[in-house]
């Protein structure tokens, strides 16, 4: 597998999992409150994402590789372990898995509480929170395209693997026409952040002077030692929940 | 004002989390690095077990937290 599919792959289903969060406030905030205000907060939020991108991208392209590569990847370790320690308690029962849909019921009796705009107008409300939800979890793909891409000097890879992903998850919720409960996101989240780690290891560690050996192909190495260990603590932790708790097995 | 303090907010939980000690060991992990490498010695083998145990520590603290 090349570095490339590696990086195409990780932007991908990082994108994927904020997309599905992202489209679960649209649809709950759409379906109630209407929309045009909806998607016009959709698109504002979407131009203030492209003009994030179109300009930290280029201004990236300037900085030593080096110290970018330092940065970035102690940047992406410190996001990605996040993510891992979320999916890894998760996983092993220690926190609740993150239920979609209870977010779309949520997000749809809060919308439904908020005073009604008039037809003709403007609804301030829907244009808010669509805003504020894409815009949240769009500056993290933002973000992760632009690291990735500025990187490995594949800006583009990593756009159109977050344009895919965005694609993919829209049309999926517009199949459904609901949220995408079944989407197992933890499971995505996990491997996510596994990709994650690994890229901030191998970034960090050559930005902070170190050489790999094979190059490349020890982000590969990275990668089945991150999710080895991952899974290993997963398994731990769960075998001491139930020894602790019997009787609440999950799977 | 409030604009720069929700911008911070966002870095803050962005970068750090919930946990700011995987931070700190993770500075401290890169510092580490950096200087084997500065003096000569060669420290690739060193941030993979280093996050390792970042990791394994911080789970460890939440699940006994958490009961």
Same mark, same amino acid.
């Given at each position: ?28 905030v759409g379906v109630v409150r209407g929309w045009r205000s909806t998607l016009v907060g959709v698109g504002a ?8 991108? /179109? ?11 080096? =110290? ?8 992406? +370790?410190?996001?990605? +372990? ?16 993150? *239920?979609?849909?209870? /977010? ?18 403007? *609804? ?19 973000f992760i395209v632009v690291t990735f891409g500025a990187t490995q000097g594949r800006l583009g890879l990593a756009a ?7 694609? =993919? ?18 499971? +995505? ?6 990709? +994650? ?18 190059? *490349? ?16 603590? =997963? ?12 009787? =609440?097995?999950?799977? | 004002?409030?604009?720069? @303090? ?14 700011? @000690? ?5 500075? %401290? ?29 911080? %789970? @460890? @603290? ?6």
């Open positions: 597998m090349s570095s490339n599919v590696v990086l195409f792959l990780a932007t991908f289903l990082a994108s994927a999992v904020e997309a599905v969060e992202a489209l679960t406030i649209v649809l709950a939020a979407s131009l203030v994402l492209a003009a994030v991108v /179109a300009g930290l991208g280029p201004a990236l392209q300037h900085i030593p590789i080096g =110290t970018l590569r330092f940065v970035i990847g102690a940047l992406l +370790l410190a996001f990605g +372990l996040q993510w891992l320690r979320k999916a890894i308690l998760r996983a092993s029962g220690y926190k609740p898995l993150h *239920d979609e849909a209870e /977010a779309f019921s949520r997000e749809r009796k809060e919308a439904g509480a908020a005073l009604p705009a008039r037809s003709a107008q403007m *609804d301030w409300y829907a244009f808010t929170v669509a805003f504020k939800g894409v815009l949240l979890e769009g500056l993290e793909v933002a159109a693997a977050a344009v895919a992903a965005g694609a =993919t998850v829209v049309v999926a919720g517009l199949v459904v026409r609901g949220p995408l409960e079944r989407v197992p996101e933890n499971t +995505l989240k996990f491997i996510v952040g596994v990709l +994650l780690s690994s890229f901030g290891i191998f970034w960090g560690g050559e930005g902070a002077g170190a050489e790999w050996p094979g190059g *490349d192909v020890a982000i590969l190495a990275i990668i089945g030692f991150v999710g080895l260990v991952s899974f290993s603590l =997963t398994r731990t932790l769960r075998r001491r929940r139930l020894a602790f708790q019997p009787g =609440t097995a999950q799977g | 004002m409030n604009y720069i @303090r929700s911008f911070g907010r966002f870095w803050w939980n962005f970068v750090v989390g919930d946990d700011w @000690r995987v931070a700190a060991e993770l500075a %401290v992990a890169f510092a580490l690095t950096w200087l084997l490498e500065h003096e000569g010695i060669s420290a690739w083998w060193l941030l993979p077990p280093a996050v390792a145990l970042i990791l394994a520590e911080s %789970v @460890r @603290r939440e699940a006994r937290s958490s009961g």
